[in-house]
């Protein structure tokens, strides 16, 4: 009897753990609303990416930014660092990325094994949330692109998302939230990257992080504003 129960137990924990992964197959396509984000996560399954637990961060936090191209832009919120710090890390993420020059396409969170699909609600950034994202680069051409959030420190009002293993580019990006002596809130935008292009390096992604980056903090500061924060 004791062998029996033993034996159940490991079968309802394998089930369990199983079902905890997260399969990208059980992504609802019809749900994500983006054509180019559903061939991103069809492409991941054809190179044998199973779970989302699968999907890594090309970049870890504490790993090495040798060989990286550096990129880094400031901006200024006129309110207090701990409302802006609390608005940036709870602001619904379908809502936060979700502007002129980039779409929300999907939401999976590794802690609580959850899907989100555009229009639906998740109380804002965490550790281990990957984010797929359509990106509007030029009029008539629109990219895929992924990452995961691996750093959210309350402590010091860092976060950092890196660009998932399988994405064109590698690298991470930190955004430091600081206070001016206006009692205002600095954010030092920092992008560490590179891919497998000089001309895709050194001129394009410096250019067009410019603009996504600016659309999204200007798309944070409207939505703070609409809150009346």
């Given at each position: 009897m004791k062998r029996f129960l033993l034996l159940f137990t490991g079968v309802l924990m394998c089930a369990y753990f199983s079902k905890a992964q997260g399969y990208l197959s059980d992504v609802q396509f019809d749900k994500v609303g983006q054509l180019e984000v559903a061939q991103y996560v069809q492409v991941q399954m054809n190179n044998n990416t199973a779970t989302f637990m699968d999907v890594k961060p090309s970049l870890e936090p504490t790993a090495s930014i040798d060989g990286f191209r550096f990129h880094e832009r400031e901006y200024i919120v006129k309110d207090s660092l701990l409302k802006v710090w609390s608005h940036y890390i709870h602001t619904n993420p379908s809502v936060a990325w979700n502007a002129s020059r980039f779409s929300f396409g999907l939401l999976y969170s590794k802690?609580?094994?959850?899907?989100?699909?555009?229009?639906?609600?998740?109380?804002?950034?965490?550790?281990?949330?990957?984010i797929y994202l359509n990106l509007h680069v030029l009029k008539?051409?629109?990219?895929?692109?992924?990452?995961?959030?691996?750093?959210?420190?309350?402590?010091?009002?860092?976060?950092?998302?890196?660009?998932?293993?399988?994405?064109?580019?590698?690298?991470?990006?930190q955004l430091s939230f600081s206070q001016t002596r206006k009692g205002y809130t600095k954010i030092t935008h920092r992008t560490y990257f590179k891919s497998q292009s000089v001309l895709r390096d050194h001129f394009l992604y410096p250019y067009f992080h410019t603009r996504l980056a600016n659309t999204y903090h200007r798309n944070m500061k409207r939505i703070y504003k609409a809150a009346g924060e």
């Amino acid at each position: 009897m004791k062998r029996f129960l033993l034996l159940f137990t490991g079968v309802l924990m394998c089930a369990y753990f199983s079902k905890a992964q997260g399969y990208l197959s059980d992504v609802q396509f019809d749900k994500v609303g983006q054509l180019e984000v559903a061939q991103y996560v069809q492409v991941q399954m054809n190179n044998n990416t199973a779970t989302f637990m699968d999907v890594k961060p090309s970049l870890e936090p504490t790993a090495s930014i040798d060989g990286f191209r550096f990129h880094e832009r400031e901006y200024i919120v006129k309110d207090s660092l701990l409302k802006v710090w609390s608005h940036y890390i709870h602001t619904n993420p379908s809502v936060a990325w979700n502007a002129s020059r980039f779409s929300f396409g999907l939401l999976y969170s590794k802690n609580s094994n959850q899907l989100v699909y555009p229009n639906e609600y998740v109380d804002g950034i965490d550790a281990g949330q990957i984010i797929y994202l359509n990106l509007h680069v030029l009029k008539l051409k629109k990219l895929a692109t992924a990452f995961e959030i691996t750093t959210v420190d309350t402590n010091d009002k860092v976060i950092e998302f890196s660009y998932v293993a399988d994405n064109i580019t590698h690298g991470k990006q930190q955004l430091s939230f600081s206070q001016t002596r206006k009692g205002y809130t600095k954010i030092t935008h920092r992008t560490y990257f590179k891919s497998q292009s000089v001309l895709r390096d050194h001129f394009l992604y410096p250019y067009f992080h410019t603009r996504l980056a600016n659309t999204y903090h200007r798309n944070m500061k409207r939505i703070y504003k609409a809150a009346g924060e």
